[in-house]
């Protein structure tokens, strides 16, 4: 589509329509598309200002990060707030603190796992150790699992001893699929304390945390 037909598309009673403009917009510039997604921002359909979130993290700009931060904080919509949050970690390093910030303010468990998966890809160990603090108090099964995933990447990492504290808290939790990942990631850590505790995950008495443990072992 050329850009009038992309106009045209933006400007339809129809959001497929609107969608596929916005899709389109892929193959120009972000001189040329950053403007038109702006236009969309606050969209009444949460599909579109989603896509507008996503092509906002694509075709960069200062005016682009600024209305992902006004969508992270003020989009009624949680899918629209967990692909802004995703989209605003294309920035890098800057987006480090609205992404811890805005872990700690929305409860949401799709924007927090969000947030998790993109601390992790943007290597900021300080920050996710703290939100899987947070994490962890709450009772959200998927977004503990989240968070319990990622404290075993945090080998080797200055949070290193923080994150395994945090993971023996959790052996004997008594959801068996806290354990089950609570065994995945003590299985990348070497340290006496999580040989001892995955010994006593072998003997578990869920058959599929056993699993876990057996192949964290080999």
Known sequence: MNIEQIKNA????????RMKGIRELRNYEAEQATPLLLNHVNDQEFLVRSFVAMGLGRKQSEAAFEALLIMINQDQDPNVRSEAANSLSFYGEVAVPYLRAMY?????????????????????PQELLEICEIGLTGEDEPVMESCISALGLLTGSAQASAAL???????????????????????RYDQPEAIAALS???????????????????
């Not at 949401?108 to 992790?120: D, E, G, Q």
């Not at 003997?203 to 057996?214: I, K, Q, T, W």
């Open 104 to 124: 700690e303010s929305d409860d949401h468990w799709l924007v927090r796992r969000s947030i998790i998966a993109a601390l992790v890809d943007l290597k900021s």
């Open 200 to 218: 006593k995950l072998k003997a578990d008495p869920d058959h599929r945390v056993v699993g876990a443990v057996l192949e964290s072992m080999i």
């Open 10 to 17: 933006l400007q339809d009673a129809d959001p497929q329509q």
């Open 165 to 187: 504290e945090l993971l023996l808290t959790l052996v004997a939790d008594p959801a068996w699929r806290i354990r089950l990942q609570v065994a995945k990631s003590l299985g």
